[in-house]
């Protein structure tokens, strides 16, 4: 009895409107796509963009990650992006006009980074 292969499952899933969390750090920029309930679409990042080392936290990378993350998202059936920046790095902007460039709407830019209230307590003072 020969022995049928599976093949992979497609989804057939329509979304109009996704968020994109991106964080961005100095070293290094990751975006991912998902529902609004949660669910990750698609994700990315400028290291499996094919970037190494300083060239990952460029805004370049950042807008090929855009780019190429706008094209995967057009069989899916997104128009509308909700955008939730997080962190320091030179990829925030770039990431945003890539995803404007492609033609898809944004619709709210929210800056998500963690502030301290407070924070740790801070280190000794140094005695030389």
Known sequence: MAYKLKSKKQRKLRVETAIAHVSSTFNNTLVSITTPEGDVLLRSSAGKMGFKGARKGTPFAATQIGMT??????????RTLEVNLQGPGSGRDSVVRAFQAAGLTIAT???VT?????GCRAPKKRRV
Request: charged share 20%; proline share 17%; net charge neutral.
């Open 69 to 78: 993350l706008a094209k995967d998202m057009v069989p899916l059936g997104v």
């Open 109 to 111: 830019l929210r800056d």
């Open 114 to 118: 963690p502030l301290p209230h407070n």
